[in-house]
């Protein structure tokens, strides 16, 4: 069975300080790991892995893959009150079927206060 | 980025009654579209996969005769909730997914079951 697990599940910093956020998995038939960000209502995508060690970055967040080891870290610095939301991991695998699915994280809960 | 509308976004319905829930991939072709729950405070629920033309699969502990899903085009999946009840008050949310492997939102429908 395909198990994706993000910790910690819920973490509150101050303005300003850098965050890592983790995501372990083990999956068969690994394609993609993902990253979304949900506040409110429907997750937004932020990254998209596929090979290790290459670092993906989107003003201050970034993020890397780890296939060997079968995790992803997602980094924010400087964070912000508007940074605040659940960080969700998904890993996308190929199914006994041919077709492909998701996996999430339960994902981390993230409070940023000024 | 792809659009992916989702209908109604809200719905208020009677017990007993049958819920139909729209997604729509506007500027692409989705072989694959996701359905999710999301209960108060909590993280996504993957209910189930929707392959275009096949049926849906399942995740555990999901009803597959009370939510009842079908991929009939490239564009559109729906999911019908039937004889609902309250405890089926509920953020439904879906996605679908480009080729690329990203999976893009719908806007989500909450529904309310009284």
């Known amino acids: 069975e395909d198990k994706v697990v993000q910790s910690p599940l819920s973490l509150v910093v101050h303005e300003g300080d850098t965050v890592t956020l983790n995501c372990s998995y083990e999956v068969t038939n690994f394609r993609s790991l993902l990253w979304y960000k949900q506040e409110k209502k429907a997750p937004t995508f932020l990254f998209m892995l596929?090979?290790?060690?290459i670092e993906k970055k989107s003003g201050r967040l970034s993020s890397i893959l780890d296939k060997k080891e079968l995790f992803s870290i997602l980094n924010i610095t400087a964070t912000q009150t508007g940074d605040s939301a659940i960080y969700l991991c998904a890993v996308e695998a190929r199914s006994g079927a041919g077709s492909y699915q998701l996996t999430f994280g339960k994902g981390t809960k993230l409070s940023v206060i000024p | 980025g792809a659009v992916v509308s989702q209908h109604p976004s809200w719905v208020i319905c009677k017990s007993g009654t049958s819920v139909k829930i729209e997604c729509r991939s506007l500027?692409?072709?989705?072989?694959?579209m996701f359905w999710y729950r999301q209960f108060p405070k909590q993280s996504l629920m993957l209910m189930a996969t929707s392959n275009e033309g096949s049926k849906a699969t399942y995740e555990q502990g999901v009803e597959k005769d009370k939510f009842l899903i079908n991929h009939a085009s490239l564009t559109l999946s729906t999911l019908t909730v039937t004889s609902a009840h309250p405890e089926d008050s509920s953020f439904y949310i879906c996605?679908?997914?480009?080729?690329?492997?990203?999976?893009?939102f719908g806007q989500g429908t909450r529904l309310t079951v009284v």
């Open positions: 596929t090979s290790s060690g």
């Open positions: 996605s679908a997914r480009l080729d690329s492997f990203e999976a893009f």
């Open positions: 500027d692409f072709q989705a072989t694959t």
